[in-house]
C-alpha cells in the first residue's frame, strides 16, 4: 500500500495540492489501481499484437468536391447582413 509521504511526492509531481483527507483517500485508491496494475502484469500476453484500442475504428470520410453550381444571390440572401456582392461581419480588428 502506498503510504501518505509517496502520495504527496506524487502530488507535487502532478502540482496538486492535497488536504491531509485526501492524501489518505488517495492513498487507499492510488494502491488499488496498483494492485490491479499487477493482476494484469501477471497475464500472459505472449503472442498478442499491441493495440492502441480495445476496439477497431475507422474514420467515415468523403472526398472534397467543388460545387459551383450554387446560386450566389440565393446564398447572400440567407445572410443575416451582406454589402452587395459580399457578406458583411461585424469588424473584429482595429484598424489600426
Given amino acids: 500500500m502506498l503510504d501518505r509521504d509517496q502520495v504527496r511526492k506524487v502530488a507535487h509531481l502532478a502540482r496538486l495540492a492535497l488536504t491531509p483527507e485526501e492524501e489518505e483517500k488517495f492513498s487507499t485508491e492510488l494502491s488499488k489501481i496498483l494492485e ?15 493495440t492502441t484500442r480495445a476496439i ?41
Fill in 36 to 50: 490491479y496494475v499487477e493482476q494484469l502484469n501477471e497475464l500472459d500476453t505472449e503472442g498478442v499484437p499491441p
Fill in 56 to 96: 477497431e475504428l475507422s474514420n467515415i470520410t468523403r472526398t472534397d468536391s467543388l460545387n459551383t453550381d450554387r446560386d450566389r444571390e440565393a446564398l447572400l440572401d440567407n445572410a443575416p447582413d451582406r454589402d452587395g456582392d459580399f457578406f458583411k461581419v461585424p469588424q473584429i480588428m482595429s484598424e489600426s
